[in-house]
């Protein structure tokens, strides 16, 4: 989770929303990527998706069977629905996001893939805080 952290800062250095990921196949990071999606003009490039896609293109395979995603804030509908079509291992993310979590909308991740939530939930909340603190001034 602290190199999930690590891009997260990224991402608030770069006045995004500071959400980092990584994606690590046999101890090692494969993926990486922070939320981009005012820098690409897209919408679609969360830290997760863009995780996924190096992960995916690093091992050359769409199917991720044997990695987990370390995400540090609860992954949203589109983020979870690509990791079900991923069919990660494992999921585990940082802080809840109450408002736009995909658990919120039920099951959505692939049914072997294992989530575990809470890791270092207050750095994680933290740099949403402020980052939103920020925004508000």
Known sequence: MAKALAE???????????IGAVVVFENQI???????TERLRDVTAHAEML??????NYLGNKYLADCTLYVTIEPCVMCAGASYWAQLKAVVFGAEEPKVGFRRHGALLHRRTQL????????????????FSMKRK
């Open 51 to 56: 995780a996924i896609t190096a992960a995916a």
């Open 8 to 18: 997260a800062e990224k991402a608030l250095a770069a006045d995004e929303i500071p």
């Open 30 to 36: 494969i993926g990486r990527g922070y939320n981009q």
């Open 116 to 131: 575990r939530g809470g890791v270092q939930a207050d750095a994680c909340a933290k740099l949403m805080q402020q980052f």
